[in-house]
């Protein structure tokens, strides 16, 4: 029962929000997420870290198609539960310096995408995974559809098109492993035992993988990306990088690699590839960056390339690389687009040539600002370091020629992003940074919560690596065991 109130908790505070007027609806947003982040908390005090599935719920749905809601909660679930329960109040509470009109529907859907998060991360059943994708995305395109930049619309019908068309692949790989399933049932477990042979694998392989890869984004599925973030108010470019990219990570994880692991094993040369390019495609075009924003949101490429990359290896050191990266650069990615929301809600502007020298007028947002930035180039100590570091070791026991490659991700994103830096908050102060005010009150909760969690998490991952081990290493043993049978 506690797994149904973390999935609906949500649920019923963008219910009760939507019907809450003036700056209220803030508060109770984010009253709903901090309980939601209180349930998790509990839920982890409880939590085994084994490879069972825990807090199962599975009730009968549509019974005359075999679906069920059945949820649960695994090591590599428990991971995303984290991210999601940890970043919504802070997203939400970055939020509170911005007036949005009509911001009860603003915060209502908010909430509600926090719920088919949730659901997309613990649904053991194929068409409940389904309906929390779409669930998770409806939300968020309305979010940037009526609150986002002047382009926002032909932005938005873009990416909307993109999400759907990768869904509707998705939907089809799913109809038809329901279709093969003795037991006429959408359950993962059922699908996980098809036989199916190395041709449907393969096409399954690619309907599940352009889903996901569009999500990620994974090179070439990524030029809906730096529009809509640069489009999409602050908190919606948050919930984009922070935690919604992370539903195609865990797609893959759950999803694709136990179903079709021989379509994964004939196709992996090439998804390794594409991953690799994209790492080396977003850091030069990142290198060309003139807007503070889009250069994060290349950034966000290249680190989910590694990421991709790291879950192909098919080892224990790439998942688990990927499990603490998730984590890490959905906290890094949140903060760096706070600073920038900070810097531009003040200014007016997000263009890295008319900024310089904020460190000498905000020198603790320019101290906040550095210690995200040094997590999200990895310097050891930071928690950047410790999933870049496993992901780049499996990358290179795979191969070494796509390591080295894979390697650059550290000195391309250390070069721009400290120049970047330099730029924005070094040197000297001009007549529009002159007057720039450090920050203050909620941002410096945000901020200073995020710093910390960088810190902590690089100094001491030993936790996050413990939850999620035994349930790697299971999931990669049924990899390697149907890829033995089938072989």
Same mark, same amino acid.
């Given at each position: 029962?506690?797994?149904?109130?973390?999935?609906?908790?949500?649920?019923?505070?963008?219910?009760?929000?939507?019907?809450?007027?003036g700056?209220?609806?803030?508060?109770?947003?984010?009253?709903?997420?901090?309980?939601?982040?209180?349930?998790?908390?509990?839920?982890?005090?409880?939590?085994?870290?084994?490879?069972?599935?825990?807090?199962?719920?599975?009730?009968?749905?549509?019974?005359?198609?075999?679906?069920?809601?059945h949820?649960?909660?695994?090591?590599?679930?428990?991971?995303?539960?984290?991210?999601?329960?940890?970043?919504?109040?802070?997203?939400?509470?970055?939020?509170?310096?911005?007036?949005?009109?009509?911001?009860?529907?603003?915060?209502?859907?908010?909430?509600?995408?926090?719920?088919?998060?949730?659901?997309?991360?613990?649904?053991?059943?194929?068409?409940?995974?389904?309906?929390?994708?779409?669930?998770?995305?409806?939300p968020?395109?309305?979010?940037?559809?009526?609150?986002?930049?002047?382009?926002?619309?032909?932005?938005?019908?873009?990416?909307?098109?993109?999400?759907?068309?990768?869904?509707?692949?998705?939907l089809?790989?799913?109809?038809?492993?329901?279709?093969?399933?003795?037991?006429?049932?959408?359950?993962?477990?059922?699908?996980?035992?098809?036989?199916?042979?190395?041709y449907?694998?393969?096409?399954?392989?690619?309907?599940?993988?352009?889903?996901?890869?569009?999500?990620?984004?994974?090179?070439?599925?990524?030029?809906?990306?730096?529009?809509?973030?640069?489009?999409?108010?602050?908190?919606? %470019?948050?919930?984009?990088? /922070?935690? $919604?990219?992370? =539903?195609g990570?865990? &797609?893959?994880?759950?999803?694709? @690699?136990?179903? *079709?692991?021989?379509?994964?094993?004939?196709?992996?040369?090439?998804?390794?590839?594409?991953?690799?390019?994209?790492?080396?495609?977003?850091?030069?075009?990142?290198?060309?960056q003139?807007?503070?924003?889009?250069l994060?949101?290349?950034?966000?490429i290249?680190?989910?390339?590694?990421?991709?990359?790291?879950?192909?290896t098919?080892? %224990?050191?790439?998942?688990? /690389?990927? $499990?603490?990266? =998730?984590?890490?650069? &959905?906290?890094?990615?949140?903060? @760096?687009?706070? *600073?920038?929301?900070?810097?531009?809600?003040?200014?007016k502007t997000?263009?890295i040539?008319?900024?310089?020298?904020?460190?000498?007028?905000?020198?603790q947002?320019?101290?906040?600002?550095?210690?995200?930035?040094?997590?999200?180039?990895?310097?050891?100590?930071?928690?950047?370091f410790?999933?870049?570091?496993?992901?780049?070791?499996?990358?290179?026991?795979?191969n070494?020629?796509?390591?080295?490659?894979?390697?650059?991700?550290?000195?391309?994103?250390?070069?721009?992003?400290?120049?970047?830096?330099?730029?924005?908050?070094?040197?000297?102060?001009?007549?529009?940074?002159?007057?720039?005010?450090?920050?203050?009150g909620?941002?410096?909760?945000?901020?200073?919560?995020?710093?910390?969690?960088?810190?902590?998490?690089?100094?001491?991952?030993?936790?996050?690596?413990?939850?999620?081990?035994?349930?790697?290493?299971?999931?990669?043993?049924?990899?390697?065991?149907?890829?033995t049978?089938?072989?």
């Amino acid at each position: 029962m506690e797994l149904l109130l973390l999935i609906f908790l949500p649920l019923a505070g963008a219910i009760i929000t939507s019907f809450i007027k003036g700056g209220a609806a803030k508060i109770s947003a984010l009253g709903f997420a901090l309980a939601s982040l209180c349930v998790t908390i509990g839920l982890l005090t409880q939590f085994t870290p084994d490879a069972t599935t825990q807090f199962a719920v599975n009730y009968p749905w549509i019974q005359q198609l075999g679906i069920n809601f059945h949820v649960g909660i695994d090591g590599i679930s428990m991971i995303t539960v984290i991210l999601t329960n940890v970043l919504m109040p802070l997203i939400i509470l970055s939020s509170f310096k911005h007036e949005y009109k009509n911001a009860n529907a603003f915060y209502a859907l908010m909430l509600f995408m926090q719920s088919g998060l949730l659901l997309v991360f613990t649904a053991l059943d194929g068409f409940l995974f389904y309906i929390g994708w779409e669930a998770a995305l409806i939300p968020i395109y309305f979010i940037c559809a009526m609150w986002g930049g002047k382009d926002r619309i032909k932005v938005n019908m873009k990416f909307f098109v993109y999400t759907i068309a990768g869904s509707l692949f998705m939907l089809l790989g799913i109809i038809y492993l329901y279709l093969q399933n003795p037991a006429n049932n959408f359950d993962i477990n059922a699908f996980y035992a098809l036989n199916l042979d190395s041709y449907q694998q393969g096409w399954i392989f690619w309907a599940f993988f352009i889903a996901f890869a569009i999500k990620m984004p994974i090179f070439p599925f990524h030029t809906w990306q730096p529009d809509t973030y640069t489009e999409a108010p602050a908190p919606g %470019t948050m919930l984009l990088s /922070g935690i $919604m990219l992370k =539903m195609g990570i865990y &797609g893959v994880i759950r999803w694709l @690699l136990p179903i *079709v692991p021989q379509g994964v094993n004939d196709w992996v040369c090439v998804a390794m590839i594409l991953s690799v390019i994209g790492i080396v495609y977003a850091s030069l075009i990142g290198f060309t960056q003139k807007d503070a924003k889009r250069l994060i949101a290349y950034s966000s490429i290249a680190h989910v390339g590694l990421i991709a990359a790291g879950i192909f290896t098919l080892n %224990t050191q790439g998942m688990q /690389g990927v $499990m603490v990266q =998730m984590l890490s650069h &959905g906290i890094n990615v949140v903060g @760096l687009f706070f *600073v920038l929301d900070i810097i531009s809600s003040r200014l007016k502007t997000n263009k890295i040539d008319e900024l310089g020298g904020l460190a000498k007028v905000a020198p603790q947002l320019a101290i906040s600002f550095l210690i995200i930035l040094l997590g999200t180039v990895a310097l050891p100590g930071t928690n950047g370091f410790v999933g870049e570091f496993l992901l780049l070791y499996s990358v290179y026991s795979y191969n070494v020629w796509l390591g080295a490659i894979a390697g650059l991700t550290i000195i391309f994103g250390a070069v721009y992003m400290l120049r970047m830096y330099q730029k924005v908050m070094l040197g000297q102060t001009n007549e529009l940074t002159i007057t720039f005010a450090d920050i203050k009150g909620t941002e410096k909760i945000v901020l200073y919560t995020i710093c910390a969690l960088v810190i902590v998490m690089g100094v001491y991952p030993k936790p996050i690596l413990h939850i999620s081990e035994a349930a790697v290493q299971q999931l990669l043993e049924q990899v390697n065991q149907k890829l033995t049978g089938v072989n």
